[in-house]
């Protein structure tokens, strides 16, 4: 029960970020540099934090909160981890390919995730144990099983240095012909392998708020998420591959060069 209203509260303050989203791209809006010229942020980017920050601590004022733009505050067994907007550059762009990502933690472990499409309104939830969902219907890995056969995904870093790991990555897996897209907001590329729409996806260089819904909703669609080396990924590591646990060893195969078996 508890864990139902908690998803429900999850919901509504993505409906918040998504709010504010839709109206910073109808009235426009100011973008600056963050860490490097390419790695922006906007007023949208602030206002969806802080909205859903106000949202969530109001109603539970005794949880943790780990937000991109105003960072972390406050302890207890349960912390929420916010993106207010993944795909910053695409929104920026006016580029139709970013969402909001909410999820919840208990005790360290993932309880819950929300990722919403703010532009398609595609809704992505996921309860530990209960399944994924878009939309309200059930959603599952693709059942696809020959990696050059799949549609892959991944993102490259904003920070220039890295770019050289980056491309020798994708240098890898491109040279067996698979197709691989750069859709540019992480926690919509991992809701997309759940919902089978991707095979799998690699990056990185990213960050908790990035992918903590998305992990919980490959892991309750079937699929598997692990670091680099396929040990289980755990939040705090930046480099994740994420499949629909079929094509997981080849993609791994093919990261590290290794031919497969
Ligand atoms: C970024 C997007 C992008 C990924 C970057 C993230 P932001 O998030 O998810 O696809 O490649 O690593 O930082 O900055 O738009 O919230
Ligand atoms: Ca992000
Ligand atoms: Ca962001």
């Known amino acids: 029960m508890e864990t139902a209203a908690f998803l429900e509260d999850a919901i509504q303050a993505a409906r918040l970020a998504q709010g504010i989203h839709r ?27 802080a909205a859903i920050r106000d949202f969530l ?21 349960f912390r929420w981890i916010v993106d207010p907007l993944d795909g910053t550059v695409n929104f920026a762009h006016r580029f139709p390919f970013f969402a909001v990502s909410v999820a919840l933690e208990k005790d360290g472990e993932l309880l819950l995730g929300v990722v919403l499409d703010s532009v398609h309104d595609e809704l992505f939830t996921a309860v530990r144990g209960g399944g994924a969902f878009l939309n309200g219907a059930r959603i ?11 549609l892959l995904a991944t993102g490259f870093p904003y920070d220039v240095d890295r770019v050289p790991e980056a491309v020798e990555y994708f240098r890898r897996v491109l040279s067996i012909g698979v197709p691989v897209r750069r859709p540019g907001a992480a ?47 755990r939040l705090d ?3 994740l591959v994420a499949t629909n646990g079929h094509v997981h060893e080849a993609l791994l195969d093919r990261l590290h060069d290794r031919h497969e078996t």
Do not use: C
Not at 63 to 70: M, Q
């Open 57 to 77: 601590l109001g109603r539970h004022p005794d949880h943790a909160f780990l937000g991109e733009e105003e960072g972390a505050s406050g302890e207890g067994r």
């Open 140 to 150: 599952r890995v693709s059942e696809t099983r020959d990696l050059r056969r799949a």
């Open 187 to 233: 926690a919509l590329d991992l809701a997309y392998v759940a919902a089978g729409r991707i095979d799998g996806f690699w990056e990185m260089k990213l960050n908790p708020w990035d992918v903590a819904a998305g992990v919980l909703l490959i892991q309750e669609a079937g699929g598997r998420v692990s670091d680099f080396f396929g040990a289980p990924y």
């Open 237 to 239: 590591n930046p480099y």
């Open 23 to 49: 109206y910073y791209q109808a009235r426009g809006f100011a973008a600056r540099s963050k860490t490097v010229i390419s790695d922006l942020v906007t007023e949208a980017d602030r206002e969806a934090e």
